[in-house]
């Protein structure tokens, strides 16, 4: 049984050089009080540990016989930058949980003191998972800038639409000017590429005085291949234990796991307690591996909770095998994530608009059902054979309510995906888009956007990190190796993800919001129709049933308590005119008649116009659109 470090105070620690005790927030790093700092660092095999400042001087830190070294230095103070020696060897490395590395991965840490940022949302009260809009972004992109500063001034933008969250691409510190984020190396360090740790609460700040959430995306299954220094402070941080693709596992159920179990409750509690982050979204899962009595992914849940103290948070994962047990309540002894991302739902729709079921959508066929049982059900896959692995992929969901099924039409994996990185106006045909927007933005999961796509962006988003020189070979080989299961992509790669240019091409041109108003148009009006009425924010998968009208056509019934139902018809196929339908869902409630709420082929949408849904000849379904019905 591992114990929880972080939910609460560390109390009494013995202070190198000094009688004072020290009551620290979380389990390592650098904590100051303004005119001093207590360090604590995790190295079981050293016999010395000290700290290095930038005006030479040196101090050694204390064993606490626990495999951690501590000590309180006065006269370290903030700004000030350290590096920390091991057993008196020349070489000298950052923090493992330095809070800033203002010269990257590889320079000095500096001693940063949170409380001096002036916070003004004490009357924040957080957010909820029902009612949530999501906006998936990437900081280095979503602006020419590319900071904190900059995409704060983008928020009123986003309020506009309706989104109320953002979910912010991982920044903690990694290698190099450009990347996604996910092969950080510094998981306390927000990335001096976008800023200042303050710059980033400057962020999270000006998002709350907008009524919006801002959760993070971390990653907890893999560091970096540049940059990582773990393995000189302690090689039982990681394991061999499992395999994982993306580097070495992270030790969480073997012999002295303790340290790396420490440092990512700590750092779950000190997103949430030092930035107000409004909850945090887990990279995959699946590769974060557990075999002890308290699961890591349940003491990330407890402790990122009593983090927040009253305020609310919410937690998502990204879970590829879909497991329920990860959004099951740890009280039902499942993982205590709110959400999990729902690729299948994704993925039937992206066959449905291309027309392409190769590689891993090639167990999709985007047919009408799908989207009925995605509605229904969330994840289409809950235990059958999932032929493109090989293997059964999922397990029993029904005891999940529909928002703790994130869906999406677009997010950074699946659009870099197609190579090119190309967005959806490009891959599909206008009328299909509009409808199954209105399909995805009216269904009772949790909706989430990716960066411009309520604009229709022109630009494209690739994979891109900049590596040094001795791991781009390897780095352009993998990621070809990875496109070449899809028979359309070449497996060399036109452009290397290394090129700055890889970076610079995916970044957002915000003219496009005024230029592209249509697109404005469309997700702003049904995300004020799914807010605003009483039957789709109900967001009740329970009172919902479907049926097929269709090849590429299907009808959605959202059953209203008094009555006022509503119909939401898609037809992604051609033009369906039918004297009848023999199916009684589309019957209007007794002594009403249906009416038009809502049409994707409105011209202010770029629609050709509106045609009656139904006449003395009968129901007309336009092909590429969608339309809902009140009575």
């Known amino acids: 049984m591992y114990r929880i470090i972080g939910t609460k105070n560390l109390h009494g620690l013995n202070v190198s050089g000094s009688s004072r005790r020290v009551a620290r927030r979380l389990a390592m790093g650098a904590e100051t009080d303004g005119s001093g700092t207590h360090f604590r660092v995790w190295g079981p095999p050293h016999k010395l540990i000290a700290v290095i400042f930038d005006d030479g001087r040196e101090e ?46 590889h320079g000095a840490s500096e001693i940063v003191d949170p409380a001096r940022f002036q916070w003004n949302d004490s009357g924040w009260p957080g957010i909820s998972l029902k009612g949530q809009i999501l906006y998936e972004l990437h900081i280095g992109t979503f602006t020419e800038e590319g900071s904190w500063r900059a995409a704060a001034a983008k928020l009123p933008q986003l309020k506009s639409i309706g989104i109320t969250c953002i979910e912010m691409m991982p920044v903690a510190e990694f ?56 393995k000189h402070f302690a ?35 000190y997103w949430i307690e030092e930035f107000h982050f409004d909850g945090l979204r887990l990279d995959a899962v699946q590769t974060i591996h557990d075999s002890s009595d308290r699961h890591i992914l349940s003491c990330i849940s407890e402790t990122a909770r009593a983090a927040a103290g009253e305020r609310k948070i919410i937690l998502t994962a990204e879970s590829e095998n879909q497991k329920a047990i990860v959004a099951t309540p740890v009280s039902a002894d499942g993982f205590g994530m709110d959400a999990v ?26 047919a009408p059902q799908e989207f009925v049982s995605a509605a229904k059900y969330g994840y289409l896959f809950q235990g059958q054979v999932y032929a493109w692995q090989g293997r059964r992929r999922g397990t029993p969901a029904r005891h999940l309510s529909a928002s703790q099924f994130v869906l999406c039409l677009e997010n950074h994996d699946q659009v870099a995906n197609s190579a090119a990185g190309a967005r959806l106006p490009a891959l599909t045909s206008p009328g299909r888009l509009r409808a199954f927007t209105a399909l995805f933005l009216l269904l009772p999961g949790t909706p989430m956007l990716f960066q411009g796509q309520e604009f229709h962006s022109s630009k494209p988003f690739v994979y891109f990190a900049d590596m040094p020189a001795t791991l781009r070979t390897e780095v352009e080989r993998g990621r070809g190796e990875f496109l070449a299961q899809f028979p359309n992509i070449q497996k060399r790669l036109d452009q290397s993800p290394c090129d700055p240019s890889s970076f610079s091409k995916c970044k957002l041109d915000w003219r496009e919001f005024e230029e592209h ?14 807010r605003s009425d009483a039957v789709f924010s109900a ?52 002594n009403r008649q249906w009416r038009l709420l809502w049409s994707s082929e409105e011209k202010k949408y770029g629609g050709s116009g509106v045609a009656p849904f139904e006449d003395q000849t009968g129901w007309h379904l336009t092909g590429h659109s969608a339309f809902v019905l009140g009575s």
């Open 60 to 105: 050694a830190l204390t064993p606490e016989n626990n495999g951690y070294f501590s000590g309180y230095i006065a006269g370290a103070t903030p700004g000030q930058r350290y590096r920390i020696r091991l057993d008196g060897a020349t070489e000298t490395f950052p923090d493992p949980a330095s809070r800033f590395q203002p010269d990257g991965p």
């Open 175 to 230: 290698s190099g000017g450009f990347g996604w984020g996910y092969d950080g190396v510094n998981l306390f360090a927000p990335s001096h590429n976008n800023g200042s740790p303050d710059d980033l609460r400057a962020f999270i700040a000006a998002a709350h005085a907008q009524g919006l959430g801002v959760i993070l995306d971390v990653v907890y299954n893999h560091f970096g291949p540049d940059g990582c220094y773990l």
């Open 235 to 269: 090689p039982q941080y990681f394991t061999s234990k499992y395999e994982n693709e993306w580097g070495d596992a992270l030790n969480f159920d073997g012999a002295d796991a303790q340290g790396m179990r420490d440092m990512v409750l700590a750092n779950a509690r």
């Open 341 to 366: 991302w729902n690729d299948d739902f994704h993925h039937s729709a992206l066959v449905a608009m291309t027309g392409h079921n190769t590689a891993y959508y090639s167990d999709h066929t985007g």
């Open 517 to 530: 108003s249509e697109a404005v148009a469309l997700h702003r009006d049904l995300l004020l129709l799914r």
């Open 539 to 590: 967001q009740s998968a329970h009172e919902l049933e479907g049926a097929i009208l269709g090849p590429e056509a299907l009808v959605l019934r959202f059953f209203a308590r008094d009555g006022n139902d509503r119909l939401l018809f898609v037809n992604y196929g051609a033009d369906i005119h039918r004297a009848s339908f023999a199916e009684p869902l589309i019957a209007p409630p007794e």
